[in-house]
């Protein structure tokens, strides 16, 4: 899976950043657009970690909801799929504000 790949490139950055040389856990944020599903990605991390130096690091994923963010209101709202109504005042002009990211969040190591 190329997020796994991408992901790792980016555990990889901050560790040569830190210089850290073993990894203990990594939390990302997925958000419900982007269609990753958790125990997926979780395999594949654990696949594509094996035998490397990350290999036993816990990946900790959390699900970001959909949001949307009513350009005439402000108002900032769960949206469920396909829905593209402000909550607040009924209007259409909907910017989504969340539900598609795929970010690292955090990570510990030694
Ligand atoms: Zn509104």
């Known amino acids: 899976m190329s997020i796994t790949r991408s992901l790792l490139d980016a555990v990889r ?4 950043k830190a210089a850290l040389k073993e990894l203990r856990s ?12 958790p125990e997926a990605l979780r395999f594949c991390f654990e696949a ?12 900790e994923i959390e699900e970001a909801p959909l949001r949307g963010r009513c350009k005439d209101c402000g108002n900032v709202f ?3 799929l396909f829905e ?5 005042c009924g209007g259409s002009s909907i910017e989504i504000a969340g539900g ?9 190591g030694v």
Do not use: H, Q
């Open 13 to 16: 950055a901050e560790m040569d």
């Open 26 to 37: 990594v939390s990302i944020r997925v958000g419900e657009l982007t269609a990753v599903e």
């Open 48 to 59: 594509s970690i094996k035998g490397t130096p990350f290999e036993g690091a816990a990946l």
């Open 78 to 80: 769960r949206m469920a």
């Open 84 to 88: 593209r109504n402000c909550a607040g």
């Open 100 to 108: 598609n990211e795929l970010d690292l969040v955090s990570m510990e």
